[in-house]
């Protein structure tokens, strides 16, 4: 991908928005379609798909800590990410109820940005 010209912040949350659908499949996906399988072949084809999630979050992180985000805001941002990607993961393909839980831990994450990012 060629991100010449688009914002540091953008760079960053396109990369980790992508890294954490792998790793999303890759840490939770084998309990719908491999559960008859044995651990390890489920351990294989995780880390497998793991690389890919890899592939995109180091350059991720190493794009948005040289453009000035600091750590503990990457930490944070990979979070808020993490839920946003896990919650149409559990509904749409793990076929999970909705929870008004996911809300609040969204709101909760929404205090973690504003505490983490302000001046």
């Not at 709101?107 to 973690?112: H, P, S, Y």
Request: with cysteine; charged share 10%.
């Amino acid at each position: 991908m060629n991100f010449n010209g688009w914002p540091v912040g953008l760079q960053f949350a396109v990369l980790l928005t992508a890294s954490n659908v792998f790793m999303t499949f890759a840490w939770y996906g084998h309990l719908k379609n491999l559960a008859d399988k044995p651990w390890y072949v489920a351990a294989m084809l995780s880390w497998s798909i793991a690389l890919f999630e890899y592939l995109l979050q180091v350059p991720a992180n190493r794009i948005g800590y040289a453009g000035g985000i600091s750590l503990a805001q990457l930490k944070i941002v990979q979070e808020v990410i993490t839920l946003a990607v896990f919650v149409p993961f559990s509904m749409l393909f793990m076929k999970q109820p909705f929870r008004t839980d996911f809300i609040w831990a969204g709101l909760c994450m929404v205090g973690a940005v504003y505490f983490i990012f302000r001046t």
